[in-house]
């Protein structure tokens, strides 16, 4: 029987909680939170759980084995850091660290103790998610031409990151997932219509060498909840589109060639149009499979499907973004 | 009786053809087209209509007040120039030219003459615009933060435009008209899958000094035909689907406001959600508006809504686009 | 060259004439309308067509060689009888007839004079109608279950016909060719808003010897377009919403069978929830491949796709239903 | 504090549980539920619940106030009588019993011992029907013209009731609710596709005397869920879609009348088609307020919206239906 420990029950919490409980060797027997409320809440549904105000106590606690961290992204690397020291598995919410350094600070020190380092990012788990990997692998697709991403709506404005780092770094984790080469650049633009300068509404554009584009509109401000990526490959594409419920993606038998001409004037396309194919999607939560991802790679010393490399190449992406925020929106070279 | 010749008549020639034919103070008496397939097509529609071959023939007739050019955008400058030469009136298909000097030379021309110029960006006829305009001059949506627009689908690849050329036009042409600001910034990036260098997926960021952001995110290799705008005030927000059949336009009760707080740290937002409101929008052809605009704009002398200097700020922000592009897409300023 | 008459240029009457004007092998050369408004428009259109405010000037004209009647349905047998008599070939708006005998007399008729009759059920030469006759001829759906339309709108409320003979006429002609079963009763409900009685809200239920039951619920009065046909089977299921632009037909592999078993308590099915396909179809109107078979069948003597025995079986259930509405809503039987 | 008990946990006892254990002012202190795999779920996630396999073991606990029947429609009334008998409050899980005579005799029960008897019609208790409710009893709408419902879904196929008294339930009980009027008659239509003859498609028509039309059209069979109810009134029209998460209620601004004429062949209609309002729904569950319902009517002594006279009258309705498919689908009076 796994033990576990988690920090942080606010907005995540409870989910990682119920699912992790649904799993048959795995037990969580210490939840650290800080705000009284949430730990009402928290007594009322599961009484028999101890609950503590301190992280330590559920880092030095000798009978835990892994350790949850749900906490704001500024205290990952620190309480992250603690956890691999004390010898237990590592599972940190999305995304890993603000910084590329603590994310490989942290990846290191994982190596060194021999134990488990997921980060959470759930959308891999999912079943549309999965399938979209098995068309591109397969080379149902054929090339990839373009990934386009709409992630929008009326949201919590997050006091500590922007809206790439809440909502692309689903994007950016996707695209790492699915494609195996590393981007060319970065270019990001947003705006922050509040004090603190975070940017409530921002745009994120990925080039890669194959020609491959990649973009993602993100925004806390839309009166309508969009969550729809187009995925454009050469002979087919996909149309993911998470808001629906059951009908989650549709396969179009309709892509674009160019057959290939010396004269530039002569462009000639070809369309193939033709039926479109909703597979059957299961539509299990993304958060049960990485649970027992969590669990089965601590027990059987296996690599998780969301390790923590993919969760450092976001970390990079979304540092790159934020550089070229910084730098007048310019974009930024990726090595 | 205004006489009026035609230029062009190929993909938008015919729609231009039928919408004049049914205003009854004005009519038809010559177009001028190359192709002996769309000729043949004209013949069939319209037997009465005398065609010939030349532009020429149709601009040096006497008896011909005013003349539509509907050719493509290289060849709008030259056509317009005679036009205009010729002491008559002038309708230029959208985008006006290919250069900010052209489009100003037509103008500076069109006012020596005295004769209407008018720049058919027929979004700006249709009741859907109007309407989104006059919940912004009557302050319903309040202060303006975005503007977000979607246009897709799996187009026609244009040999002498890029995919902002063709589709982001129409949005910077309903900005243009709906916001009095002018932009500090354009930025653009995107990706060309031809021969021919043109981009057929981009995006364009236009940055105004009150903080107001603008996106058009336009690919003509999609499986889907989205043509979504959502445009964000302080108290409303607007969602206008062109693609939705009858409900084009959601004004939504919510909009965002910000507490002021001297600390950073405290954001507080003020979410207002309430009901939703569906205008009834006329579904008349914006065309069918455009066509007798430029009539009535003939007879009484009067500025048409959709007017050269219009037309020019299109052609300069997309001119602005095409610097961004080639400067390594680099944001560059609007003077 | 085949010379066509037409009879009533009203609702209807303009797409008949755009789409025969389209055919090579067929010209128009009169039409008799008597409104003037409706007479205007025509010649404004079609300067070139001879127009007669009188009918029998089109049936008593010798170079005419078929007559299409698109009048009310209470002129459809005195009409189109003397279209027959007068030797000529008859194309009849749907319905048919208001009645069974006077459709019989027709088919009679136009037998004995070898000619052509065929009624107007445009749905019948749409693709997406074909594609679901192909489905189920080729046993792809199994064993037809049930057949249920939707079909509501603000709809134009009909002097002569109540809302069963207007729009449920389309569902009975489509059960008709894709089902070769016979019905065994039909029951009608409805209810009548206007002084006329003649019903503007109706449901009308078809029952047949296999077990399928067919519903069509019809309704003038509707704020939204529904056009929704669910087609069951005992493999797959069909649903075609033809209100959708380009998504017409969903083909679901999910049918539900049932394992047989004695105990009338244990009822086990087993449902087989699989991909949903959606096959393309081809967008162009029915009523151009109807003007086209119309045509050919004169030219080349054969059946044509929506022949007379099929508008004679749909006028057939109509009239049942009628009876069913007058005998206080009961079922009556077929025959 | 109120003490609760409960017998059935299989399908909707979870819900109801769920519900009751977040008001504060009442606990559930035993469960009766005889399926040892319910039972294994339960004490999962409510160890410190009391469970029992004999619901007579709940029905006698001395300590028991208000006892919830979550049981198949067979038991209402056996084990509500009894518990009745027993003077403790009821709550009964709808349809109330198998026949108007059942439901008759636990109303008058429940008078004599003076208890609250609710029925559990959940949809009267969302925020959508309130609404709806509301626009009826202000006359927004107008005269009610039309209540048209489609309850369709891939279904469990109930054991022992058919569709109708599985689905039209819910449409019988807000008709009830928004409606004051009684019906004149009721249709019924259906087929079984099982053995145990129970229909899973069926249609009922409901008449009043006000010329108001219901229909209801339900089905288990459907490839697609649909939950949609159109009311039409003589000034406005209701759309309730409740399968669409956010936008459920849309209020038409068009009705239609119709002015006097005393010629039956003048029918002249005049619509009015105007803006769409999408008023502000409250997405909470139903079930939860009523939960607080029933408590608060222990408590204060007071009527429950859903109350046993509404509950007997689905049951009369329902009734009337069965009647209707026995007398081979003929119409049957309500009284």
Redesign the interface.
Known sequence: MIKIGVIGYGYWGPNLVRNFLSIPSCEITKIAEIKSENLKELRKHY??IKTVTNADEVIEDKKIDAVIVATPISTHFKLGKKVLEANKHLLLEKPMTSSLSEALSLINLAKKRKKVLLVDHTFLYTDAVQKIKKLIVSKELGRI??F?S?R?N?GL?Q?DINVLWDLASHDISILNYIISEKPLSV?A???S?????LEN?A?I?I?YPS?L?A?S?C?W????KIRLI?I?GSKK?V?YND?E?T?KI?V???G?K?I??KD??K?R?D?R????????VDLKEGLSSMAKDFISAIKYNKKPVSDAQLGLEVVKILSLAQESLKK????VFYK
């Open positions: 009484p028999t031409n373009y386009d709409t929008t009326l404005f006091k270019q633009s947003g705006v219509h509040t004090k603190n300068k509404i745009f554009t080039k020609g584009i973009h509109n925004s401000s839309s009166p309508v187009l454009g594409m149309v808001v419920p009908e549709k179009y038998e309709s674009y160019f290939n001409s530039p004037d462009i396309i369309y149009i033709g039926d479109i194919n909703i597979p059957k007048g929106e310019k974009p």
